[in-house]
C-alpha cells in the first residue's frame, strides 16, 4: 500500500510518495510557514495534493513544530509514538533539559542511520539553519547541541553591513582555511573579525567569493571551537547536501578526524521508512 | 554665521543648524542610503533642506562612505582636511591596515571628546551597529578595532528563528549578567548559546524580555572576550545613546572597569565644531 513520508523545516515540507515496497514514485516540496502551521493547515494541505489526498494515505511526518507534536527527553531511541490525527502521523522530536536544546526533523535522519548502521558508536552532525551535534550510542540519542551557524550566516551574507562585499555563491579553499584556524583557535576574535570584513574588501582587496568562504570559515570554526567535545577524537557522520556538508568535512578533516559524509535526505527517508513499518506492524 | 553640521549613519543623516556662535538653532533627521548615497545626491538632499539651502551656508559632514570622502591611515588625529565641494566639507573617516579596519563618523566624536579633554589618554568605545573602541593618547587615535555587536542584535532579535522569542524593549538584569558571563569566559559557547534561546523559551520559560537581554549578555560577552585588551586596565569612555551605553557601562563595571559615560550626539556635534574653527582659521 502506498504511504506519504515528509519532513517539515524552515524551508518547507518535503514530501516523498512511496509504495509499499518503500520505493519513490515521486517527490514534492511545499512552501508553507513552518512557525505557524497547524494541523488543520497541514491536513489541508495534504488534501490538496492532487492524485494523493482523496485516497488518505497514511502520511508520516516529522519536524512538526511544538502545536503539532510533543518533544521526547533525551537520552532515548530517535523514534518515538507519533501524534496520530486520522491518517496523518507526526514523528516528535527530541529536547534536552541542560543545556537547554530541541531537536525536530534531525531525529528522523538519525534514525535513518541508525537503521542502516545499527552498530553505530559516534557522533551526527546535521549541518542547517542550526547544525546540530548529536552523540549517538546502542540506538539512542545520548544528548545534542545546536549551533545557529547556517542562521547567521544567512542573516550576514544579506545584512546591510556584509551584502556587497559578500558573493552570493563561489568558494574559496584558502579564504576558509585561513578564517577558520582565527576563529577555532580565538573564538573570541569572531566578532571583530565579521566587522573587519568590509574593509578587509576596502584596503586588502578581499574579494566577494573570498569573503563568501572567509563568512563561512570564521563562523564555523567558532562553532568547532565550541562543539570540540562533539568531534575531537570521535567517531564522526556528517549529514546533509553536498554543498553544506563539504565545509564541515573539509574543516574536520583539517583537524585530523577521519569524518565521513552522508546524504541528509536519503537518511531521513530511511527514517520515515523505519517509523512507516512500525505503524504498520502496530495497526495490522 | 550660520553654518549646518551633520553625520551620515546607517540610520540616516542627522543634521544640526547652529548659528556662529555654535548654539543648535535646529535639528533635522533624513532617512537616506547611506550605502549608495553621491555627492550629487547628498547636495540635492542638503539644497532641499526648506529655508536652508538657498543661503549656500558652510555644511560639514562627517560618515561620509567611500565614494565621498577618502580615509586616513591611524595614528593620527581624528580630524583630517575635508573634501570640499563648494559649500560642502566631508571629513575623512580613518582607516587600519591590519588588522584591516575602517571607522567614519566615529572619529568625530573621538575629536568632540578630545576637544573637551585635551589630556585623554585612554580608550574610547563607541557602541552602534558595529561597535569600535579606540585608542586615544596624545590627541590622536592610535589604533581602533571594531565588532559586529549591534548589527548581529539587529539581525537575530529580528530572525526568524528568534523574532518570536525576543521582546522588541524591555530589560532584565539577572538574564544580562549571566549570559554576559556566559560567552566572556566561553566565547566559544556563543553559537550554541544563540541556538539555544528558543529551547530556553519552550523547556525552561526563559520569558522574551528575559531573552532581549539575554541576546545582549550573550554579544557583549563575547565581544568584551575580543576586545580585553581594549578595557582590561584601561581608562575607558563609552559614547552612545543612554540605552546604548548602559549595557556596556554595566558590563565594564562588573569587571572592576571604572568605565564613564557621555554622551554621542554632543561628542559627534563638538567634533563638528572643531573641524568648522578649522574651516573658518583656513578661509578667513
Chains 1, 2 share one sequence.
Not at 34 to 40: Q, R
Amino acid at each position: 500500500m502506498a504511504w506519504i513520508g515528509g519532513e517539515i523545516s524552515a524551508s518547507g515540507l518535503a514530501l516523498w510518495l512511496l509504495d509499499g515496497a518503500n520505493t519513490v514514485l515521486d517527490r514534492r516540496t511545499l512552501r508553507l510557514d513552518a512557525l505557524s502551521l497547524t494541523d488543520e493547515g497541514l491536513a489541508a494541505l495534504l488534501a490538496d495534493l492532487p492524485g494523493v489526498a482523496d485516497e488518505g494515505l497514511p502520511t508520516v511526518i516529522c519536524g512538526a513544530g511544538r502545536d503539532l507534536a510533543p518533544t521526547r527527553a533525551v537520552p532515548c531511541a530517535p523514534l518515538g509514538p507519533p501524534q496520530v490525527r486520522g491518517h496523518l502521523h507526526l514523528l516528535p522530536g527530541l529536547h534536552q533539559a541542560s543545556p537547554a536544546d530541541l531537536m525536530r526533523g534531525a531525529e528522523t535522519a538519525i534514525a535513518g542511520l541508525i537503521a542502516a548502521q545499527p552498530q553505530f558508536d559516534g557522533v551526527v552532525c546535521l549541518p542547517g539553519p542550526a547544525t546540530v551535534w548529536a552523540q549517538v550510542s546502542a540506538e539512542e540519542v545520548v544528548s545534542f547541541r545546536s549551533f545557529l551557524t547556517g542562521d547567521l550566516f544567512a542573516l550576514l551574507a544579506g545584512s546591510n553591513a556584509l551584502q556587497f562585499h559578500v558573493a552570493p555563491d563561489g568558494w574559496d579553499d584558502p579564504a576558509f582555511d585561513t578564517a577558520l584556524d582565527e576563529t577555532l583557535s580565538r573564538p573570541a576574535s569572531l566578532s571583530a573579525a565579521l566587522a573587519g570584513l568590509p574593509a578587509e574588501a576596502e584596503i586588502t582587496g578581499l574579494s566577494k567569493t573570498e569573503a563568501r568562504a572567509r563568512l563561512a570559515g570564521l563562523l564555523i570554526g567558532a562553532e568547532l571551537a565550541g562543539a570540540k567535545p562533539w568531534w575531537l577524537g570521535q567517531n564522526v557522520a556528517v549529514l546533509g547536501d553536498d554543498a553544506l556538508i563539504r565545509p564541515y568535512l573539509r574543516a574536520l578533516h583539517a583537524q585530523g578526524v577521519p569524518a565521513h559524509g552522508g546524504d541528509r535526505g536519503a537518511a531521513t527517508l530511511a527514517g520515515l521508512c523505519a517509523a512507516k513499518a512500525r505503524l504498520t506492524g502496530q495497526t495490522q
